[in-house]
T-cell receptor
Framework: DQQVKQNSPSLSVQEGRISILNCDYTNSMFDYFLWYKKYPAEGPTFLISISSIKDKNEDGRFTVFLNKSAKHLSLHIVPSQPGDSAVYFCAASPKNTGFQKLVFGTGTRLLVSP | GAGVSQSPSNKVTEKGKDVELRCDPISGHTALYWYRQRLGQGLEFLIYFQGNSAPDKSGLPSDRFSAERTGESVSTLTIQRTQQEDSAVYLC??????????????FGSGTRLTVV
């Protein structure tokens, strides 16, 4: 049972345009969400997070939006750069006990072409 | 060290053999986590250690899997009698403490285990 879903395995955008990566979740116990970026042969690195008490969090070119009623979050990258080409994982953390057990989606491979 | 170090980076083993994977966390990080990623899947939580507390082993898929950590340093993940479904990338992460909800995790580059 996939509690965190990233339905698009890949996404291609041109440099300078917006990249939008989507993530859906099913467990209403999740109250904290994160995006990680992963380059080949490296471990995932933390990118941005959002608490369920917010609907938006911004950090430079990266913005995460959370729609709790739809159990949906998205990551916007504006403007996209070739160095953003990587696999992006959405992750969720349940409230209270076990909050350290992140649940990850399967990832979306982003390719930004010059 | 500067980051989380995992060894070996690649391991090919025969079905039925035991394997041991090693993780050196960032010095001073009290929390340590093991995850694995099988082909086409997301990362799955396996186990986490926090200081001297009893580890949370709730993610270990079977009793063939075990992990140890010496104090707040090195951890080893052992898989006994490996099966083909154990083939995956095993990732270790560490953080300053469990008050950080994933923001402060530093992952190693993983061990790619292939069981043939």
């Amino acid at each position: 049972d996939q509690q965190v879903k990233q339905n698009s395995p890949s996404l291609s955008v041109q440099e300078g345009r917006i990249s939008i990566l989507n993530c859906d979740y099913t467990n209403s116990m999740f109250d904290y969400f994160l995006w990680y970026k992963k380059y080949p042969a490296e471990g995932p690195t933390f990118l941005i997070s959002i608490s369920s008490i917010k609907d938006k969090n911004e950090d430079g070119r990266f913005t995460v939006f959370l729609n709790k009623s739809a159990k949906h979050l998205s990551l916007h990258i504006v403007p996209s750069q070739p160095g953003d080409s990587a696999v992006y994982f959405c992750a969720a953390s349940p409230k209270n006990t076990g909050f350290q057990k992140l649940v990850f989606g399967t990832g979306t491979r982003l390719l930004v072409s010059p | 060290g500067a980051g989380v170090s995992q060894s070996p980076s690649n391991k090919v083993t025969e079905k039925g053999k035991d394997v041991e994977l090693r993780c050196d966390p960032i010095s001073g990080h009290t929390a340590l986590y093991w995850y694995r990623q099988r082909l086409g899947q997301g990362l799955e939580f396996l186990i986490y250690f926090q200081g001297n507390s009893a580890p949370d082993k709730s993610g270990l898929p079977s009793d063939r899997f075990s992990a140890e950590r010496t104090g707040e340093s090195v951890s080893t993940l052992t898989i006994q009698r490996t099966q083909q479904e154990d083939s995956a990338v095993y990732l270790c992460a560490s953080s300053l403490g469990t008050d950080r909800r994933g923001d402060g995790y530093t992952f190693g580059s993983g061990t790619r285990l292939t069981v043939v």
